[in-house]
């Protein structure tokens, strides 16, 4: 099994910025690729950006692009997000999770982030 730990969300400005983390520990042999969702009150979850393990492709949702950078930390199976020039439109619960090579997708608990005008 796998547990994942997120953390860094809050309350921050418009123009701001915040730092998620989430780290995966348990059963892991091998990951594919690690990523953020996000869902907004009344609004479907969306995916904010992914990352492959091997290669370190990345992928942004258009919303974030240019403001939002995915990195990880393969040593620790840690994934981060960093959120700069934020808008209120980004205020939402984020959720981490992992694809492993084995075995189904795993999820983070999801962390709060909201952005005032």
């Known amino acids: 099994q796998v547990q994942l730990v997120e953390s860094g969300g809050g309350l921050v400005q418009a123009g701001g910025s915040l730092r998620l983390s989430c780290a995966a520990s348990?059963?892991?042999?091998?990951?594919?690729?690690m990523g953020w969702y996000r869902q907004a009150p009344g609004k479907q979850r969306e995916l904010v950006a992914e990352?492959?393990?091997?290669?370190?492709?990345?992928t942004y949702a258009d919303s974030v692009k240019g403001r939002f950078t995915i990195s990880r930390d393969n040593a620790t199976n840690t994934v981060y997000l960093q959120m700069d020039s934020l808008k209120p439109e980004d205020t939402a619960v984020y959720y981490c999770?992992?694809?492993?090579?084995?075995?189904?997708?795993?999820w983070g608990q999801g962390t709060q982030v909201t952005v005032s005008s």
């Open positions: 999770y992992v694809i492993p090579t084995v075995g189904g997708t795993s």
């Open positions: 348990g059963s892991i042999r091998r990951i594919n690729a």
């Open positions: 990352i492959i393990t091997s290669g370190g492709r990345t």
